[in-house]
């Protein structure tokens, strides 16, 4: 029995994780979407030419 409870409560969890990770995502997609895009950079951050 406390298996059963132990696991229904990782999967909440787990699903609880996931969902927030996805909102979490959906908003910063939306964010960078409205967001003019920079010009192309290095990752050092040096402006390519």
Not at 18 to 37: D, F, M
Not at 39 to 48: K, S, V
């Amino acid at each position: 029995m406390a298996e059963t409870i132990e696991e229904t409560y990782e999967t909440a969890v787990t699903r609880k994780v996931v969902r927030k990770s996805l909102k979490i995502e959906e908003v910063s997609t939306r964010l960078y979407a409205a967001t003019p895009a920079p010009p192309p950079t290095t990752h050092a951050g040096w402006t390519q030419l």
